[in-house]
């Protein structure tokens, strides 16, 4: 099995028990893990890339830093895909098509829209992500929740685009219209994952010892990650 | 005074006896901090450039792991520079041209280039600084020494290195000529440096409470440092 390359010892394969029982549920979060995992590598390139493109020394290890939490997380994400009896690399091919679309479809144009990018898709990510870490296994929960920490670096984007928006208000026009380009291609990658992964769609539907998520339910929930997409524009200054 | 932003309080200013109260002294190891500090940004930056082209989404880890280790290093480095007095960032700009030159100067044409570099530049500074770091006080020594620390991750450089080289004698030939230009290069911009900073040369020429390194010594120092260069080369398999 390859996934023990990765532990320092072999791997304890998770018991088989409540949900993780369910072969369908196994191959649901090891999907959501994979995906999980493969944003945050990607995140980590895009983030090291950008922070060549930093004004002055402190910005940029500001982002670099970023770029290495990202990167931290990964370890932790790869390890629980590989107690869950998959490849903890070969799971991820599934999701780079669509968070390599994401990305070029979002390239940023200059500085401001990277610090934009990294604050809001981050956290739109980590939005969606918690949400369904609600219909996880307790370990798995733990682990994702884990991966979502943002360990307060992305203060300093609140602070410089702030700034930059106050000196210059036509580049808060600007920002406020990329925000929005970022809510609506993280939708359609989304849209575009759950059309081709039918186990980590049916995750949402519910099983074994896990609640259901209806139609309603679902609505809500996006409700939710709107909100909280528009709060943050606003802590930013920006219209959503 | 800049410095204390980066702390989570106020500066404690380093105590000023011993080789400390030396304002020379002084000078000459926020250099050396700001050097090592700017090359492991440096680092940062062309590992995780490099981590793009890695042949296997394992290999990209790996080297990605590598860059932020590097950029670990960077807030302990810049502490200890901001109790010395000095800004944690303007302190750097003087080693910016020799590093970015040196990088410049041996830009990898490939992902087998990049790893080579990775093992012997990095191995390269850090026996240089783990030399001169004899010559310190305990507390700067102690940030210098935790600095190097690489936890291991270069090892699989050595892995990959020798399997291609064992297919390949041709490449064996052409990252031993590889090995040799990040030796001269090193060199170049190392004296480069030594030329410009004279607080940092008077350095190894001892001072209040330090010993003299004269220039057996020195020639000495740099026998061992070529000699743990060939030793790091015999272990990927080249020749120096």
Redesign the interface.
């Known amino acids: 099995m390859t996934a023990s390359r990765d532990a320092d010892g072999p791997v304890e394969p998770a018991p088989e028990t409540g949900a993780l029982a369910d072969p369908a549920y196994r191959e649901a979060v090891v999907d959501l893990l994979a995906a999980i995992t493969y944003g945050e590598?990607s995140a980590?390139?895009r983030l090291?890339?950008d922070?060549?493109l930093a004004p002055?020394?402190?910005d940029?290890?500001a982002v670099?830093?970023m770029?290495?939490v990202e990167?931290?997380h990964?370890d932790l994400l790869q390890a629980r895909i590989a107690e869950l009896g998959a490849d903890p690399?070969a799971a991820?091919a599934p999701f780079r098509a669509a968070v390599d679309r994401f990305h070029e479809h979002t390239a940023p144009a200059d500085w401001w829209e990277s610090l934009v990018k990294a604050y809001v898709g981050d956290g739109l990510a980590a939005d969606f992500y918690r949400e369904i870490a609600a219909y996880l296994d307790p370990r798995t929960r733990d682990v994702v929740i884990a991966s979502l920490a943002d360990t307060g670096h992305s203060d300093f984007v609140v602070d410089r685009v702030q700034a930059a928006i106050a000196e210059d208000h036509r580049l808060g026009g600007r920002l406020a219209l990329w925000g929005r380009r970022l809510m609506g291609e993280a939708l359609t990658q989304a849209q575009r994952v759950a059309a081709e992964r039918d186990a980590l769609t049916a995750l949402l539907a519910g099983g074994v010892d896990r609640p259901a998520l209806d139609l309603a339910a679902i609505g809500r929930m996006f409700a939710r990650i709107t909100e909280l997409h528009a709060e943050r524009m606003a802590k930013l200054g920006l219209d959503s």
Do not use: C, P, W
């Open positions: 590598i980590f390139d090291a890339e922070s060549l002055t020394l402190e940029k290890l670099a830093r770029a290495a990167l931290g990964v690399h991820l």
